[in-house]
C-alpha cells in the first residue's frame, strides 16, 4: 500500500506565508508527477501546480508568481511554497502523485491521493 500524508496548513493573515508538505510512503518503486489541487466550499477541485520527475513545473495562472513547487526525491516528497497568501486561496489542498508499485504482475501506475490539509487565509 501507498499513504501520502500532507502537513502545514493552517490559518494565516492575508500577504503571510505557508509551506506545504506530503511525503509518500509504502510499497514504492518509482514516482513519476506530483502535485498540488485544492477544492474551496462550493467549488469544483482545481490543479495548483505540478512537478514532473524531470523537475519541469507547472502552475494554474492564479498562483504564478506566488507559488513554488519543489520535491525532494530522496525523501518521496513534493512542496508548495505559497507566498503573498490571498482570501482567494483559502481551501482544502491535497497532494497527488503517479506512483509505479511493484506487484506480482510486475509494475502498476495509479494515482495517489492525500487526505487534504486546510488553508485558510484571513484577518
Known amino acids: 500500500q501507498v499513504h501520502l500524508v500532507e502537513s502545514g496548513g493552517g490559518l494565516v493573515q492575508p500577504g503571510g506565508s505557508l509551506t506545504l508538505s506530503c511525503a509518500a510512503s509504502?510499497?514504492?518503486?518509482?514516482?513519476?508527477?506530483m502535485g498540488w489541487y485544492r477544492q474551496a466550499p462550493g467549488k469544483q477541485r482545481e490543479l495548483v501546480a505540478t512537478i514532473t520527475g524531470d523537475a519541469d513545473t507547472n502552475y494554474v495562472n492564479s498562483v504564478k508568481g506566488r507559488f513554488t513547487i519543489s520535491r525532494d526525491n530522496a525523501k518521496n516528497t513534493v512542496y508548495l511554497q505559497m507566498n503573498r497568501l490571498k482570501p482567494e486561496d483559502t481551501a482544502v489542498y491535497y497532494c497527488n502523485a503517479v506512483i509505479s508499485v511493484p506487484g506480482f504482475r510486475g509494475l502498476s501506475k495509479s494515482d495517489y491521493w492525500g487526505q487534504g490539509t486546510q488553508v485558510t487565509v484571513s484577518s
Open positions: 509504502g510499497s514504492i518503486f518509482s514516482i513519476n508527477a
